[in-house]
């Protein structure tokens, strides 16, 4: 059981920086401050964004919001080692070395402004990972009151397990949407419930707003029938179908879009009925369920 309470829906903080918008520090304390006022109160990081600086651009839009740091909470990721002007690189490679893991941490403290990370999670899994090294950096780390809790991102339920074995795991971040909703069928919520470990989902809107093919059309038709009935937005809707899976899904919501941001909030507004998620699913499969 997780240490730290998150948000309902978490704002995913990639694009606010140089992969996206390139926020200024009035402009970053300007976003943290709409999420907030929308009750989303938690905020996805990588130490990757912005080709590594996105955190330190965050830590200066949170200094000057001076917002309490503890009404809020922090997530971060590490592991990945990107080629750019930052690193001393040649390629693109993964390291979960004690030293590595504990280095990074104390990078995305001093960039972040703050003391704690309420969560770090493991960007993503390497082939070379010794799950020894990583429990005993993660240990360390609580120990030290430098990260709240710990988990993983893009793990199947094996390479989970390898780690879980060594320091308790209680989140993974993956990929889930009306979309891609192959965590259902593939093993991987199932595993997430049965070791109590809570998922939290990048892309959750997935394609629908991005790809125009015969699936979203189909999906459309549905979506456009409980948007009227709900009385919610497009996005609502995509997020309720998530929110209402057992395994308790934090979705990660990537827009920089006010007007979005209100619009994912809808979602926490009622919950979608069964049988409205079951036409939503097989709207996404093209076929009845089995």
Not at 119 to 138: K, V
């Amino acid at each position: 059981m997780s240490v730290v309470k998150f948000s309902r829906i978490i704002a995913g903080t990639m694009n606010w920086g140089v992969w996206g918008k390139h926020y200024n520090t009035f402009d970053m304390a300007k976003m943290i401050h709409s999420c907030i006022s929308n009750n989303i109160t938690s905020f996805d990081h990588a130490d990757i964004y912005g080709d590594y600086t996105n955190e330190s651009d965050f830590g200066n839009g949170l200094k000057e919001s001076r917002i309490d740091r503890t009404s809020i909470q922090l997530i971060s990721k590490c592991g990945i080692q990107m080629k750019g002007t930052s690193r001393n690189n040649s390629i693109k490679h993964y390291d979960y070395s004690k030293d590595y893991i504990i280095w990074s941490v104390e990078q995305s403290l001093k960039n972040l402004q703050t003391d704690y990370l309420d969560l770090l999670l493991l960007h993503r899994p390497s082939p070379l990972m010794q799950a020894e090294e990583i429990a005993a950096a993660i240990d360390l780390l609580k120990a030290d009151g430098k990260i709240l809790d710990f988990g993983v991102s893009n793990f199947t339920p094996f390479q989970s397990d390898i780690i879980h074995q060594k320091t308790k795991i209680n989140f993974n971040q993956i990929e889930f949407s009306l979309t891609h909703f192959e965590a259902m069928s593939n093993g991987s919520l199932d595993h997430m419930q049965s070791q109590q470990i809570t998922p939290m989902c990048w892309a959750p809107l997935g394609s629908y707003f991005k790809a125009e093919n015969e699936n979203t059309y189909n999906i459309k038709q549905i979506i456009t029938e409980l948007t009227a009935k709900y009385g919610v937005s497009e996005e609502a809707i995509l997020l309720s179908w998530i929110l209402k899976h057992p395994a308790g899904i934090l979705p990660v919501i990537g827009t920089t879009n006010p007007e979005r941001i209100k619009n994912s909030i809808q979602s926490l507004s009622f919950e979608m009925e069964l049988q409205d998620w079951f036409a939503l699913y097989m709207a996404a499969l093209e076929k009845e369920v089995p």
